[in-house]
């Protein structure tokens, strides 16, 4: 039946302590055990949000511009489970202000079947289309892979037959930790394919609103009254839509990204 309630609220008391975890992971020994038992098999992408994105014109899903959130959905339609969490454990710990902490994250294929059924729900597919978008629509960004944590914390196996759908806050979010955590495991967290970040020097006013409290990843300063995006960047696009200059855009290069990440996660969670 998955982990006890007791178990999850031990886990949101530490939550306030990951940062300090991150650090204790670049000590070689603690990383390299850390990371076996907790991102073992990790492979998660950040989906830009749809209406920041630039698209090539030609690329074009049933009759429409292929969007990001393509991909979760074509993962909800291909899935035989689906079950939305009654809270996100992020925001819950986080006793988060700012986003609903009921919006939970959506879990697909066999291994959701055992989790615990008090903290959520199995839904239908058109349940589950349904979160989704009203996740987009309140400004959340999509994470999509295989996250071994969640294996761990809520007590499921095996973790190639659970597919993770997080619906991340800035604020909040558990991987704003990424910049404190060895590379090798910051790796494991990427970009979806054919993203490019890129900032107009001649729009931008270097006003620093990008850079408070916006990126998950600390990706984005100001340099010589200018915003840079370093390597950090996962490519969500936030950045983009606060920007009051539209001085930064992100534009997706590659026409087959779609199939290209379907097929890269489809390699590591089954979820038929």
């Known amino acids: 039946m998955g982990r006890p309630v007791w178990f999850v609220e031990l886990i949101k008391r530490t939550f306030s302590?990951?940062?300090?975890?991150?650090?204790?992971?670049?000590?070689?020994?603690?990383?390299?055990?850390i990371k076996k038992m907790v991102f073992g098999g990790d492979d998660i992408i950040f989906l830009p949000k749809d209406y920041v994105v630039l698209v090539q014109q030609s690329v074009v899903y049933a009759g429409q511009m292929v969007l990001p959130s393509h991909i979760v959905e074509y993962f909800i339609e291909e899935a035989s489970f689906h079950w939305v969490m009654n809270f996100c454990i992020c925001r819950s710990a986080s006793k988060c202000k700012d986003y609903p902490i009921e919006l939970g994250c959506l879990f697909l294929g066999e291994a959701a079947r055992g989790i615990n059924p008090q903290f959520g729900r199995p839904v239908s597919k058109e349940e589950a289309l349904a979160h989704v978008r009203r996740c987009r629509q309140l400004g959340l960004v999509h994470l999509i892979g295989r996250n071994k944590l969640d294996e761990l914390w809520l007590g499921v196996k095996p973790g190639e037959k659970l597919l993770s759908v997080c619906n991340c806050c800035p604020c909040c979010c558990l991987y704003k930790v990424l910049p404190y955590l060895p590379s090798d495991i910051g790796g494991m967290f990427t970009k979806m394919p054919g993203v490019i970040m890129n900032v107009d020097e001649h729009l931008c006013q270097g006003c620093g609103i990008c850079t408070q409290g916006v990126c998950f990843t600390n990706a984005i300063h100001v340099f010589n009254k200018k915003a840079v995006i370093s390597n950090e960047c996962r490519g969500c696009g936030r950045c983009v839509e606060i920007c009051p200059q539209k001085a930064i855009s992100l534009t997706i290069t590659d026409p087959t990204f779609l199939e290209t990440t379907i097929t890269h996660i489809s390699h590591v969670v089954d979820v038929k």
């Open 17 to 33: 302590k990951r940062f300090i975890i991150g650090k204790m992971m670049k000590i070689p020994v603690v990383g390299s055990f």
